[in-house]
């Protein structure tokens, strides 16, 4: 298990935004998760009816091609989810229904915090060249009815226009990785995609990842290139670095921001869905897994919407979207407990978590 480590040979493929760079992401989350991306009968795109959609419905994204179909495949390998983007459906006085993303792509290409209008949503999903695979989790009917769309929407544009939280996510899913592989390959690994990724994309890397080595070293504005000599000078472990914990009152240049289920989760914090433990659940504490793990979601098949799912598919949720059958295993079983998800290991290939970790 642990000995099928990663080389560069295995991870730069999955960038590739052609068909070749989408079959080398399926075959390596067949490999190394278990997935078995399972062919779905046409039609791939289903219309909704938004008079069935509710405030806090779940979206469950999974992109499987090109920049950021590479990237949610890492991100899925390491945590163990299923789906590497989530969203979240509001809906209006007037009963409009809209969608609630961080992570939502601006005209300028920065990747934010927005609400836009659900039609506007689904048309960019449609033309998305990383292919996504797209599923809506209802939540429950009991749960619906607690939900305060007042204070959700509040929360929402409160967010609105914020940046999206790479500094928390990329760190995430970091301290993940060296707390449960063995170095030194897994940093050479990290080092890799780093040392790619900011060739590809300099401005986005320096978001992701710059500023926060730079705040573990305690110093500002070094590159990458800059950081691995500093390190180096240190004679520090590169992998030591990476373990140093993020720290909460560690301010980035951008401010305030959250990862897509962070402000997920945070919403239905504010919209009462955790009821009175409410103050014991830390959201960046999840992952993509752990949220749709929660069992907040419709558990009645025949309360589904009739559009929901094609003739002979018969998922627990919605999917919406898709070439491929998606699954979320483990979905909507886990209650929320207070404190939970804070001390969860999640090694591959089973990401078996001990219970109320
Ligand atoms: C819903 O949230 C709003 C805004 O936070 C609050 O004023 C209101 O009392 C809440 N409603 C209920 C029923 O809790
Ligand atoms: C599921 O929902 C249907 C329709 O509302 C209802 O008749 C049925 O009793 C429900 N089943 C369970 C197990 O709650």
Not at 49 to 56: C, E, I
């Amino acid at each position: 298990m642990l000995g099928t480590m990663l080389s560069l040979i295995d991870v730069l493929p999955l960038f590739s935004n052609t068909a070749w760079g989408q079959n080398a992401n399926l075959d390596f989350l067949k490999k190394h998760m278990g997935a078995t991306f399972e062919k779905r009968s046409q039609p791939w795109q289903t219309t909704i009816n938004p008079a069935d959609v509710h405030s806090g419905d779940f979206l469950a994204v999974s992109k499987i091609r090109g920049r950021w179909g590479g990237f949610e495949t890492l991100e899925k390998w390491v945590t163990g989810a299923f789906a590497g983007h989530t969203a979240v459906c509001l809906k209006d006085e007037m009963g409009n229904l809209w969608v609630g993303e961080s992570g939502h792509e601006n005209e300028k290409g920065e990747e934010i915090i927005a609400v836009v209008p659900w039609d506007e949503w689904w048309e960019l999903a449609l033309k998305d060249s990383s292919n996504p695979q797209i599923a809506l989790l209802p939540l429950h009917p009991e749960l619906r009815a607690k939900f305060n769309s007042t204070a959700a929407w509040e929360y929402a544009r409160s967010m609105s226009g914020k940046p999206y939280g790479y500094h928390n996510m990329i760190f995430s899913w970091i301290d993940t990785m060296a707390d449960n592989f063995p170095p030194p390959l897994d940093t050479h690994l990290v080092v890799s995609v780093m040392s790619m990724w900011t060739r590809m994309q300099p401005a986005y890397a320096a978001n992701m990842w710059n500023e926060a080595l730079n705040k573990r070293l305690g110093t500002e504005g070094l590159d990458l290139y800059e950081i691995l000599a500093e390190v180096e000078s240190r004679e520090m472990a590169f992998d030591h670095l990476l373990t140093i914990p993020e720290q909460d009152e560690w301010v980035y240049s951008d401010g305030k921001s959250t990862t897509c289920v962070a402000f997920i989760l945070a919403m239905y914090k504010e919209a009462g869905i955790f009821g009175p433990i409410s103050n014991s659940i830390q959201v960046t504490e999840f992952t993509i897994r752990d949220a749709y793990m929660l069992k907040i979601f419709e558990d009645n098949q025949t309360r589904l919407p009739s559009w929901c799912n094609g003739k002979d598919e018969k998922l627990p949720f919605c999917q919406i979207l898709g070439e491929y059958r998606m699954e979320l295993p483990l979905y909507n079983t886990l209650e929320p407990y207070a404190n939970m998800n804070e001390h969860c290991p999640s090694l591959p290939p089973t990401y078996d978590r001990p219970t109320r970790c």
